[in-house]
């Protein structure tokens, strides 16, 4: 079974600050996704990320797949009050087609 | 405007009686999906539709089932639910299915169990 493992589970910071949060497995994935979710809201998708070693910039965010594509890191610059959310990473779960597994998440705070 | 449109936002229901919940799209996605986020875990895939093709999770009990009567709408029955299925209900969609494919995700549907 795959399994997507994030890393922290709960972060608070101040505005300002910098962060990175982790998605790893001990399995290859041809791709992962990263969604935001808000309270009370679906997931929404930031990025997809396909090949091995890809960094992808979103305004204040960079994403980076690893090389063995096992892994991926989400890094916020600088977060603002409105980064507040739930960060999910994802990726084919195998089996059916478009079935997606997704970590548990990383629940970001960020304070003004 | 709204692409996936789920209703109601908030359900409570009884031990043991039937609720549905309801999936709407605007975008004529050929796959719509269903998944269960309980409380700080991660969204499970319970099925999804490719057209009129039913796809099970082999996980989902059998409590659970769904119904696609045409390609905008999508329905989730819950036959009997227990407490353990008070959980976030999220119906997504996207266009050909397949893992780079984005996947479009309603705003929810909150079940109570009572």
């Known amino acids: 079974t795959q399994l997507l493992e994030q890393s922290p589970q709960f972060l608070s910071i101040q505005e300002g600050e910098n962060l990175t949060v982790y998605c790893n497995s001990s399995?290859?994935?041809?791709?992962l996704q990263w969604y935001r979710q808000e309270p009370g809201e679906g997931p929404v998708l930031l990025v997809t990320?396909?090949?091995?070693?890809e960094v992808k910039k979103l305004k204040r965010l960079t994403f980076q797949f690893g090389d063995a594509r096992k892994d991926s890191s989400l890094h916020i610059t600088a977060a603002q009050p409105g980064d507040t959310g739930l960060y999910l990473c994802a990726g084919e779960g195998g089996g059916s087609q478009g079935n997606l597994i997704f970590g548990k998440g990383t629940k970001l705070s960020v304070k003004p | 405007d709204a692409m996936v449109i789920q209703n109601p936002r908030y359900q409570v229901t009884q031990f043991g009686k039937p609720v549905t919940l309801s999936c709407s799209q605007t975008l004529n996605h050929n796959v719509m999906y269903w998944y269960q986020q309980k409380s700080s875990q991660a969204p499970k895939l319970l099925f999804h539709?490719?057209?009129?093709?039913?796809?099970n999770e082999a996980d989902t009990p059998d409590n659970f089932q769904s119904r696609r009567p045409n390609t905008s709408f999508c329905f989730l029955d819950i036959r009997s639910p227990g407490l353990g299925d008070a959980a976030m209900y999220l119906c997504a969609t996207s266009r050909v299915g397949g893992t780079t494919d984005t996947q479009y995700f309603g705003p929810g549907t909150r079940l109570t169990v009572l």
């Open positions: 399995s290859v994935f041809s791709s």
């Open positions: 539709y490719y057209d009129k093709d039913f796809n």
């Open positions: 990320v396909v090949t091995g070693g």
